[in-house]
């Protein structure tokens, strides 16, 4: 018997790579030949565009018999355009920066908001689309959103962090076959889960998101992440086996080096830090979302509400 994990090499551009003994998630953002992610833009939306360089504009027009309405954006920012008589669906996916999702934010659900209260609101609304989605993207390994401080460490002190989501760690006991397929003089050898026998780590892999347009460090937010990901190698099966650390942002957000540096620095089992980075596609004057984990991954969908 033997042990492999399947990595997609999330963000960092490597593949199927078999290491150690543990599958993190199987048929998923990180996991083995096969995404249960969907979410595929089918169709085009016409009556869509960005416009830019404006602000305060109000205006209407007739095209085709389509009535059509534009919104108000903040500070020369995001204006979209959308007929109320189309109900299409699919099409026209685009990066979700933090100065979009506030704008329609304030368009539509915080007219009168301050700009704390419409950041605070936006990234809340944010947090919940993202939750959304992974905890039926990855139901079977128990997703779900978290309100639970989880005692952690940053330079050398307690910090206790409260990651926004957390899910289970799985390991499957496997076995190699002999003789699968050759390659020239080598002989292929993949690893089979035997479906024998199955540990799970309840909790033991974090999520955290952030609405932001700037880059993340060890250091920001008083070590917040750098805390979650030494927090999370204190678990049994992640010291072990190692594990991943899921990082949702607006598509403006930059991982710093030093992160990805904290999450291998374990050794054999390092902590992989996977950025899911937002798109966006208006649907009859609502804002629908979903995450993209590289080119061909992305997740499935839900809105801003």
């Given at each position: 018997m033997g042990g492999a994990f399947?990595?997609?090499?999330?963000?960092?551009?490597?593949?199927?790579?078999?290491?150690?003994?543990?599958?993190?998630?199987?048929?998923?953002?990180?996991?083995?030949?096969?995404?249960?992610?969907?979410?595929?833009?089918?169709?085009?939306?016409?009556?869509?565009?960005?416009?830019?360089?404006?602000?305060?504009?109000?205006y209407s027009f007739n095209l085709a018999g389509n009535s059509m309405t534009s919104t108000d954006g903040i500070n020369a920012g995001y204006k979209y355009i959308v007929s109320p008589e189309s109900d299409y669906s699919g099409g026209d996916w685009e990066d979700l920066t933090k100065s979009i999702l506030?704008?329609?934010?304030?368009?539509n659900f915080c007219v009168t908001c301050s700009m704390g209260a419409l950041q605070q609101k936006a990234g809340k609304m944010f947090e919940n689309?993202?939750?959304?989605?992974?905890?039926?993207?990855?139901?079977?390994f128990n997703y779900?959103?978290?309100?639970?401080?989880?005692?952690?460490?940053?330079?050398?002190?307690?910090?206790?962090?409260i990651p926004d989501g957390v899910y289970d760690l799985v390991r499957d006991e496997i076995e190699y076959r002999k003789d699968n397929f050759k390659v020239g003089p080598f002989n292929i050898r993949i690893p089979i889960p035997t479906g024998l026998n199955t540990t799970r780590y309840p909790g033991a892999l974090y999520a955290e998101v952030k609405a932001m347009d700037g880059t993340l460090?060890?250091?920001?937010?008083?070590?917040?992440?750098?805390?979650?990901?030494?927090?999370?190698?204190?678990?049994?099966?992640?010291?072990?086996?190692?594990?991943?650390?899921?990082?949702?942002?607006?598509?403006?957000?930059?991982?710093?080096?030093?992160?990805f540096a904290l999450g291998a620095s374990f050794g054999k089992s390092a902590i992989s830090i996977v950025q899911m980075t937002s798109q966006y596609r208006m649907i009859s004057g609502a804002m629908q979302v979903r995450f993209s984990q590289g080119w061909g991954r992305v997740t499935s969908t839900s809105y801003i509400k």
């Open positions: 399947a990595e997609a090499a999330l963000g960092q551009g490597i593949s199927n790579m078999s290491v150690y003994g543990t599958k993190f998630i199987q048929n998923s953002v990180v996991g083995a030949v096969g995404s249960i992610f969907n979410g595929l833009a089918n169709g085009q939306n016409i009556f869509k565009s960005a416009l830019t360089g404006f602000s305060g504009i109000n506030l704008n329609y934010v304030k368009n689309a993202f939750n959304s989605i992974m905890g039926s993207d990855l139901a079977s779900m959103s978290n309100d639970k401080k989880i005692a952690g460490m940053y330079g050398n002190r307690p910090r206790n962090t460090y060890t250091s920001s937010n008083q070590g917040q992440l750098s805390a979650m990901i030494t927090s999370m190698h204190t678990n049994n099966g992640v010291n072990r086996f190692g594990g991943q650390f899921l990082i949702g942002t607006t598509s403006d957000t930059v991982i710093s080096p030093s992160i």
